[in-house]
């Protein structure tokens, strides 16, 4: 079946250093590719998004690539800050038309030292 | 802005007991999700809703069941509850049956002793 696969975490990195969080992607058909977020004590929320191959998703600051040939959807940021701290969840929703439910993977949980 | 409500946000029962979670979705949603993340799992998808019908069924136990009510809020009711069932149970809302911007609430913790 559809399935997400994403690095483990934690990851810890100093402000201002570039991320990357790695997401593969097991899936028929033709997806549509998710980061999510979760900040401490509160829900998930969409950061970014890509709907087909080579369509970049982002939104501040983030940025992911749909690459088809990979089957990836990795996560970047070049200059990450304290409040980024969260925990990332790479998602996907399947190609049939009839699909509303959404696929997460595990969470990477992101850690910024000041 | 409102956002998804979701009640309890903890809740403690024992084995063979019954629960049930209620979801809020933001007003003019129509369309609800349930999800079970258990420790330092995956959030799985276990059921959603479309204007008050069941629209994509996942791993729900058979000792679950869900509705979505004429106001479109959705409980969840759990029965004959295992320690397994312990679980982080998120409800998501969206407008729209196909719409990938779900907007989750902060989730009922349930532990099952």
């Known amino acids: 079946g559809d399935s997400v696969t994403q690095m483990e975490g934690p990851v810890t990195l100093s402000e201002e250093a570039f991320l990357t969080i790695n997401c593969t992607y097991t899936a028929t058909g033709y997806p549509s590719l998710f980061w999510y977020v979760q900040y401490p004590g509160e829900g998930l929320q969409l950061l970014l998004k890509?709907?087909?191959?080579?369509d970049k998703g982002s939104n501040k600051g983030f940025e992911a690539t749909y690459r088809k040939e990979t089957t990836s959807f990795h996560l970047e940021k070049g200059s990450v800050q304290v409040s980024d701290s969260a925990v990332y969840f790479c998602?996907?929703?399947?190609?049939?038309?009839?699909?509303?439910?959404?696929?997460f993977g595990s969470g990477t949980r992101l850690s910024i030292r000041p | 802005a409102a956002g998804v409500i979701q009640s309890p946000r903890h809740l403690i029962k024992e084995k063979r007991e019954t629960a049930t979670l209620k979801c809020y979705p933001i007003?003019?949603?129509?369309?609800v999700y349930w999800y079970q993340q258990g420790p330092g799992q995956d959030p799985q998808f276990l059921i959603s809703?479309?204007?008050?019908?069941?629209?994509d069924k996942g791993s729900i136990p058979d000792r679950f069941s869900a509705q979505q009510f004429s106001d479109y809020h959705s409980e969840l009711n759990m029965s004959s509850l295992e320690l397994g069932d312990s679980a982080l149970y998120f409800c998501a809302s969206s407008l729209g049956q196909i719409n990938e911007k779900l907007f989750f609430g902060s989730g009922t913790q349930l532990s099952v002793l």
């Open positions: 890509a709907t087909k191959a080579d």
């Open positions: 007003p003019r949603h129509d369309t």
């Open positions: 998602a996907l929703r399947p190609g049939y038309s009839s699909a509303s439910k959404i696929i």
């Open positions: 809703f479309y204007e008050k019908m069941q629209s």
